[in-house]
């Protein structure tokens, strides 16, 4: 459970348990300065939180547009999204990875607590209390996530989830995708979609999440599945391969958080040692991973982002967004997806890792 409530040095810090028992009754308001608020009963205080500190930068103007005001439109029978944003910065990830990761006495960190400590919105972390309670900090712990606003939002809500490991010289997405997954979860809202981008070995050393808010499913969400291995038992894991779609993409589900993140953490390792591109979508509360795995574009050397093979796609042109159609999106989805001999190895390959963690 989210069990936390104020802090006394320069950040907010959430103390996350890992109890599978939910709590709806918090002792505390939380409390940053000005801001305040309480969780109402059925609500997650950490996804308040969330968009309470997000929306408060907003109107504080640290975000760049208003996302809000830009148009989409759902295109053709697979639903996909369209949104018109012609403010947004394509090169807006790679500038954050310079600000963000720096290297220190060998080691490669977050440099955020010490250079942009006005767009952390707070950190969650591990913690062993159940009830709510007061936690000075004065930094960030060595096992949190830092929630950082996105000042280049595409949605709602848009924020930078970073692992913050002081002493390990990487931070492979095995081990902070359990952490990614319980605050999903802790989110508790259907509308929380947590994206993961591995383009190449050179940010293997620069692990990070992206979330948004999204009000409807994102249109990969929407398509049938056939189930390749497992059961849908609650403490099973299930591997689904989503069908009628142009990339190749493979769905885990899974009720237990710690097997699920377990299993598709090591997937995404082997991936990365391989120096195969992939993306991941969290949704569902966590508890459904899709993976998309790409190859590599000689030509172009461009990748998608996990939005857009999840369905949703920016146009920075109002020409272009008028032009936009099913055809022209699902030949850009297929032009980076595996071919049918990769995709049954890589099925495979996944099967096999998940029998041998489950």
């Known amino acids: ?151 280049n939002p595409i949605e709602y809500g848009h924020i930078f989830l970073v692992p913050y490991h002081l002493h390990q010289r990487t931070q492979a997405i095995s081990g902070a995708l359990l952490s990614i997954s319980q605050i999903a979860d802790e989110v508790n809202n259907f509308s929380f979609r947590i994206f993961f981008d591995y383009f190449s070995a050179t940010n293997m050393d620069r692990t990070y999440f992206q979330a948004i808010y999204s009000a409807n499913p994102l249109p990969v969400e929407l398509l049938p599945i056939i189930p390749i291995y497992g059961s849908s038992h609650i403490d099973g894991i299930q591997i689904l391969e989503v069908a009628d779609y142009p990339l190749n993409a493979l769905v885990f589900v899974s009720k237990n958080l710690k097997k699920l993140a377990h299993a598709v953490g090591e997937i995404c390792s082997t991936l990365q040692r391989r120096s195969t591109v992939f993306n991941l979508l969290i949704s569902d509360c966590g508890t459904k991973m899709f993976l998309f795995p790409q190859v590599h574009l000689l030509v172009t050397g461009r990748h998608l982002h996990a939005w857009e093979c999840g369905g949703y796609f920016l146009y920075s042109k109002s020409s272009d967004f008028d032009d936009a159609s099913e055809p022209e999106i699902s030949e850009r989805l297929a032009s980076v997806s595996m071919d049918a001999e990769g995709f049954q190895s890589l099925k495979q390959l996944c099967c096999g890792l998940t029998a041998m963690v489950s």
Do not use: H
Request: proline share 5%; aromatic share 10%.
């Open 1 to 151: 459970m989210v069990s936390f409530v104020r802090f006394e040095g320069e950040y907010p810090f959430v103390k996350q348990n890992t109890s599978q028992e939910q709590s709806k009754r918090y002792d505390a308001p939380l409390r940053d300065g000005g801001f305040s608020c309480t969780a109402d009963d059925g609500l997650s205080l950490l996804d308040t939180l969330i968009l309470s500190q997000w929306e408060e930068r907003a109107w504080m103007g640290q975000l760049s547009y208003d996302v809000t005001s830009c148009e989409t439109k759902i295109v053709g029978r697979r639903k996909l999204i369209a949104q018109l944003n012609e403010e947004w910065n394509s090169n807006f990830s790679k500038e954050f990875e310079k600000k963000a990761f720096q290297p220190s006495g060998g080691n490669v960190k977050p440099s955020f607590l010490k250079n942009n400590r006005e767009e952390i919105l707070f950190c969650v972390a591990s913690g062993e209390r159940e009830r709510s309670m007061f936690v000075p900090l004065i930094a960030a712990p060595q096992d949190g996530i830092l929630v950082i606003v996105n000042p």
